[in-house]
């Protein structure tokens, strides 16, 4: 027969007698309880029992304190001739769920039982000792099972840049009694100016290895030593199955790694680390940082040194909160509101001032009425979480955006960044020349990245203007003026011959704007087929990627070393130079705005560009050339062309114009003229 858990009443005589038996057995392990004592649990709740046939198989005794949300739990009994069945678990289990809102469970267990084992599989972490009142004065460790509540500082806002979790050997090194080996690269990290940067946080694990010191006065006092550290509680169950996906990724990238203990308690700090939402695990430990690519790639953590952290905080700061290689394949799925949704979003999106939730909830709902025909899109992560909305319609001109929302998500920034963009692409496909957000409370995400992107404030609204014009300042300045005009603002006046920065910031703030006779320079640039895939799904691949949110901002192209006069700002031209099979590929495909040029080894690029790309550290490797070395371009606002340049039509364009140009130039990242630049890109955009 099944197992079933019992919430044992005062008026069920029978089980209370089988459960007060049942813990007689072990009154050595348990103490000696009254019959009183389980009758009186029985009465306030705290009774559970597994019953099989009408055997008592364990039960749960624990108390539910009136001034404390803690549930107190006093024995957590199992017939020795039935463990291994899970019924522990399924106590425990059945406690929280019959207690939700209680903060968590708090035990007590003799220390030289040696049960931590069962303590950590049941899901519990170390929580502080004390002596017993015995008289052999024995040690009672305490144990905390978290049920998932946020306390008064879960939800405090970090002034520090970067949040690191640490493992136990830089723990040591800042909070043991005695010096550690090399503990100065650590100590670094408590540097005075260090202080507004960084901030230490550590996870379970750290506890459980701080519970197994033998050495009292060390344990206790590294314990006492972690309130100076945030404290992380990731889901069990979700830490669990990364450890599994770790372990399996380590042991096939590292043949020969030695599968114990010591390995799985350090995949432990990466699986806690990425459940727990953060990106950079600092470590000294030697085996740890072997597995910092199988890190990366199966939890998107960072194993690092404490000397990596000092040096690079603002670059580790960038890739936790940017990170738009993580759009790339996407899961991420966009759809419209249904109808009747609205109240659910509430809970989702941040809303302040005037616009609380049923207020937000009413906004979202007029936009199903009236006249407009107004598109509500809700974009939703890979567990169906809403983390972005936004809704749109086209007023004459204008685009007008009357909600745009970011949740709190690990990639809300790249998610707002890559919004401006789409709605950007969005008015530009409907013919608007202005897009206006008149949204009273856009998420801060958003709010913040705009400023980049060209909008501005104009009567309490952020708008910004869509120049669809590839040619010279004054045509450029033409169509931007006449759009200032009717929004009676000034605009920056435009000249020829203009300087390569000046032409870059235009460029972006008036998307899709081309300064043909700046000193912006335009590059043509060969990629092979499998990055153009990778980067812009063209060739398409197979299985259609879900084009939600378009192409990534910033990416990442790796290439030889070789200087062919690349430099910042310019723009590229990308140029497949092969298909997949004889008459495909030879096309210009799309441009994109060059950001930064990096020649470097292949592991430092790597390091510093990996949150952008779809490269890993062994194709950065292939690129490298003769000398080691690899020239890593950064780029971002890609356009992929309505209709591919082929190379026969290129080199048409080029000829009609009488342009010094050549097939040959494809061989290698090769500069072009503006004015070639210009006619390629009109022509990708042709219609017909």
């Not at 939600?548 to 290439?559: D, F, M, W």
Request: proline share 5%; hydrophobic share 40%.
């Amino acid at each position: 027969m099944a197992i079933k858990l019992v919430a044992v009443s005062p008026a069920q005589d029978e089980l209370i007698d089988k459960a007060i038996a049942l813990g007689d057995r072990y009154t050595k392990t348990l103490g000696l309880l009254t019959p009183p004592a389980y009758r009186k649990a029985a009465e306030d709740g705290g009774l559970l029992a597994a019953v099989e046939a009408d055997h008592v198989l364990g039960y749960a005794l624990f108390g539910l304190p009136k001034r404390s949300a803690r549930i107190r739990l006093a024995h957590l009994c199992v017939a020795e001739e039935q463990r291994g069945r899970g019924i522990a678990r399924r106590l425990v289990e059945g406690m929280k769920e019959r207690y939700p809102q209680r903060l968590g469970i708090k035990a007590k267990c003799r220390r030289d039982y040696n049960l931590s084992g069962m303590w950590r599989s049941l899901g519990f972490i170390p929580d502080g000792e004390v002596r017993g009142r015995g008289r052999d004065g024995e040690i009672l460790d305490g144990w905390w099972l978290d049920l998932g509540h946020p306390d008064l500082f879960t939800e405090m806002e970090s002034d520090a840049l970067l949040v690191v979790t640490v493992d136990h050997g830089v723990f040591a090194d800042l909070r043991a009694l005695a010096d550690t080996v090399d503990a100065e690269e650590s100590r670094a990290l408590e540097a005075g100016w260090m202080a507004d940067l960084v901030e230490l946080a550590y996870t379970p694990q750290l506890g459980h290895e701080i519970r197994d010191l033998p050495d009292t006065a060390e344990r206790q006092h590294q314990r006492a030593a972690l309130t100076g550290l945030r404290k992380l509680s990731p889901d069990l169950t979700a830490v669990d199955e990364r450890s599994r996906e770790l372990l399996q990724a380590a042991t096939q990238a590292l043949p020969g790694l030695t599968v114990d203990d010591g390995l799985q308690s350090r995949l432990r700090y990466v699986a806690e680390t990425s459940c727990a939402g953060l990106q950079v695990l600092a470590t000294r430990d030697p085996l740890l940082s072997r597995m910092a690519d199988v890190a990366w790639a199966v939890a998107r953590v960072r194993v690092v040194s404490p000397s990596t952290v000092t040096l690079h905080v603002d670059e580790l700061r960038q890739a936790q909160v940017y990170r738009p290689a993580d759009l790339m394949g996407t899961e991420f799925r966009s759809g419209e509101v249904a109808v009747g949704a609205e109240d659910e979003l509430v809970a989702f999106f941040h809303q302040s001032g005037g616009d609380d939730g049923s207020a937000f909830a009413d906004r979202l709902r007029s936009l199903n009425d009236g006249a407009v025909a107004w598109r509500r899109e809700l974009l939703r992560d890979d567990q169906g979480r809403p983390v972005a909305l936004y809704a749109w319609a086209l007023d004459g001109r204008t685009l007008v955006v009357p909600v745009l929302r970011t949740a709190g998500h690990p990639l809300e920034q790249t998610l707002a960044r890559q919004l401006l963009f789409l709605i950007k692409r969005l008015g530009r496909d409907c013919g608007a020349e202005i897009i206006r957000i008149s949204d009273p409370y856009p998420s801060e995400a958003a709010k913040s990245a705009a400023g980049d992107d060209g909008f501005f404030e104009h009567h309490s609204r952020l708008v910004a203007l869509l120049v669809n014009v590839c040619g010279t300042a004054a045509e450029v300045e033409t169509v931007a003026g006449g759009l200032a005009r009717e929004l009676t603002v000034d605009t920056t006046a435009l000249t020829a011959g203009m300087p390569a920065e000046v032409a870059a910031v235009v460029e972006r703030a008036w998307w899709p704007a081309k300064v043909i006779d700046s000193k912006l320079p335009s590059f043509l640039v060969p990629i092979k087929p499998r990055w153009s895939t990778e980067l812009f799904n063209v060739p398409a691949m197979l299985i259609p990627r879900d084009d939600a949110l378009g192409i990534s901002r910033e990416h990442v192209y790796y290439r030889s070393s070789g200087r062919r006069g690349e430099r910042v700002p310019a723009r590229l031209l990308w140029y497949v130079s092969e298909g997949c099979s004889p008459g495909e590929g030879q096309m210009v495909v799309g441009s994109s705005r060059l950001d930064e040029v990096v020649i470097d080894t292949p592991d430092a690029l790597f390091s510093k560009f990996e949150h952008l790309g779809v490269y890993g550290r062994a194709e950065v490797q292939k690129a490298a050339d003769a000398s080691g070395r690899v020239m890593a371009l950064r780029f971002s606002d890609t356009e992929i062309f309505p209709r591919a340049v082929t190379l026969r039509r290129l080199t048409s364009l080029a000829r009609e114009r009488g342009l010094p140009w050549s097939p040959s130039s494809l061989i290698s990242l090769s500069k072009i003229s503006n004015e070639l630049f210009q006619a390629v890109y009109e022509e990708g955009h042709r219609r017909t």
